[in-house]
């Protein structure tokens, strides 16, 4: 586990991958923008990314850690895509059920796949879309989850015409970065309507950029 400068709420917050690589080759315009990918171009953690690697040795460092902490599981993956053995995942959430002294934290563009699994309650559930579209497409896997949840809306690359959905107890939104980054829109972000919102800093435009637009 490695702590991490990831800008979410929950602080410090420390990253956990069991798994690396993914299959859902994120991209907009054309361009791939999955920072997680890029990441693994330049450290060469995996031979390929889309044939995604289990590490089995990876199980036991949450355990070594005997104070709280907020651990991100899978920054480097969606360990809850179609793809991944079912197996991995009840591995991973014995580990979870085995460390309730720590908060863990799980992301993925598939909440549908959620549902097959008995999640622990020391446990914050996400789903990942870019637009309302995504939204309307997945919501209804996710909102009849008995657990913490939250949306993540990063990249933000379109509005919310129906706002948010309130079954979600807390939004993220984050703009692209790199380059040819797609600036979100002001009424994309107006858009957006939630009684919880943490939007997160911009590397180069500062933690105000969202209200400068």
Known sequence: MQ???????????????????????????????????????????????????????????????????????????????????????SRVLRVVEQNPQHTFIFLTKNPRRYRDF??????????????????????????TIDSRTFLSIEPLLGGFEDGVPQGVGLVIVGAMTGPGAVKPKREWIESIKHPNIYFKAHKKLGPEWWRNL
Not at 122 to 128: D, E, F, I, K, V
Not at 135 to 143: A, D, P
């Open 3 to 89: 702590k991490t400068s990831i800008d979410w709420p929950w602080k410090p917050l420390w990253t956990w991958n069991p798994a690396i690589g993914c299959k859902h080759n994120c991209s907009h315009n054309g361009k791939n923008y999955c920072y997680a990918r890029a990441m693994n171009t330049r450290f060469k953690w995996i031979k390929k990314w889309m044939e995604p690697v289990f590490f089995e040795d990876r199980l036991q460092e949450p355990r070594t850690k005997k104070k709280h902490c907020n651990i991100f599981v899978g920054s480097m993956c969606d360990l809850f895509g179609d793809w991944v053995p079912h197996l991995w995942i």
């Open 118 to 143: 008995d999640i622990p309650q020391n446990c914050y559930l996400g789903m990942t879309v870019t637009n309302g579209r995504d939204v309307e497409n997945k919501i209804h896997h996710f909102l």
